[in-house]
């Protein structure tokens, strides 16, 4: 019996895989737990509308992560940090306080998870961070970091 399945089965499949099962094993294991549905040809017509949204909306959210890769690479934001005696600068510039920058300085809603910084940012200079917006994607965000008494 062919099925078409619906989740991850550590035996059989990856989600929307089509899989030669025996009838007793569909009927008594796959259907009931909704594993997944008997392959017709109206389920394998659903699956490949579904199959053709999802590719669309992968490539949408790729268009919209280089749309804003390519802004990001415009972009220099300021950062502050407290700054005493000698130069010696107190903390450091996190990812988080960056996302909070860009929303306020340019109106740019970014994860702060999506925000890479390599090494901490604990003085006063130029810095180029990396922003990882999709898997295929990423972008340098400049940043410069001023002192403050």
Do not use: C
Not at 27 to 42: D, H, M
């Amino acid at each position: 019996m062919k099925v078409i399945l619906l989740t991850d089965v550590k035996s059989l499949g990856k989600k929307g895989d089509i899989v030669e099962v025996n009838s007793g094993y569909a009927r008594n294991f796959v259907l009931p737990k909704k594993l997944g549905v008997e392959a017709t040809s109206k389920a394998l017509n659903d699956l490949k509308l579904q199959k053709q949204n999802d590719d669309k909306i992968a490539a949408e959210k790729l268009a919209e992560a280089k749309d804003l890769a390519a802004r990001l690479e415009k972009t220099k934001v300021k950062a502050v940090i407290k700054v005493g005696e000698g130069g010696r600068t107190f903390g450091s510039i996190s990812s988080k306080e960056i996302a909070e920058i860009l929303k306020k300085q340019e109106n740019i809603n970014v994860d702060k998870k999506k925000i890479v910084v390599k090494d901490a940012i604990k003085a006063v200079g130029e810095y180029t961070v990396q922003v990882k917006l999709h898997p295929e994607v990423t972008a340098d965000l400049r940043l410069s970091v001023e002192g403050e008494k």
